[in-house]
């Protein structure tokens, strides 16, 4: 024991700066896996939904691989999109959260993507994205009777909460409904309903 305790005494110095490397090799390390994290694009500001993403819209940021999301989209991938839903500053951008680009590929030929405008107290305050709903025209005179325009169509983007007493809704439908909406608005207020998949 008096033997180590000579030894330790004798390359104190030496010891002392061979722990002190070793404790900055492990703050490098630490550093060094940080550094080594996913690269992802999030938002810089909050975004209303149907926003179209501009290359001003993202910043880049790095975060743990434990913790990436697997279907985060690259900066080329994500201008140019247009958000589903509304989206918090530093949100990070993925496939789920924007409207699927080109012909709308998931919702079958012929599918396009129309807007309304609904007052929130003819139901739109309570619509949420992904939410299925029967379009009902409503004569504002009242002379004519309310009727359904579209039927279980899917409510693919909602402008985050507002002031404003009407809403625009991003709803995928056909053509043929699309016409048939945009024809009834020029004389009727919408109002939306929750529809059953399946009902009459």
């Known amino acids: 024991m008096d033997r180590i305790q000579e ?6 110095r030496l010891l002392a700066a061979l722990f002190a490397g070793l404790a900055v090799l492990a703050a490098l390390t ?3 896996h940080d550094v080594d994290g996913v690269r992802v694009q999030v938002v810089h500001r909050d975004l209303l939904s149907g926003h179209v993403i501009g290359a001003g819209d993202l ?3 790095v975060v743990p691989a434990a913790v990436a999301p697997a279907h985060a989209l690259e900066r080329a991938e994500a201008v140019g999109r247009r958000i589903a839903g509304p989206m918090r500053a530093g949100e990070v951008v993925t496939d789920f959260r924007i409207v699927r680009a080109g012909s709308l590929s998931g919702y079958g030929a012929g599918a396009v993507l129309t807007t309304i405008r ?4 003819d139901g739109a305050a309570a619509v949420r994205v992904g939410d299925r709903v029967d379009v009902v025209a409503v ?5 004519n009777e309310a ?3 579209a039927r279980d169509v899917e409510v693919v983007t909602v402008p985050s909460d507002d002031d404003s007493d009407a809403t625009a809704l991003g709803l995928v439908t056909t053509e043929k409904n699309a016409l ?3 024809g009834a608005g020029l004389t009727s207020r919408f109002s939306v309903i929750t529809s059953t998949p399946g009902s009459p």
């Open 139 to 143: 004569d504002p005179d009242g002379e």
């Open 7 to 12: 030894l330790v005494l004798e390359h104190r």
């Open 180 to 182: 048939r909406l945009a």
């Open 147 to 149: 009727s359904v325009v």
């Open 30 to 32: 630490s550093l060094r």
């Open 118 to 121: 609904v007052d929130r107290a």
């Open 59 to 61: 910043r880049t940021t």
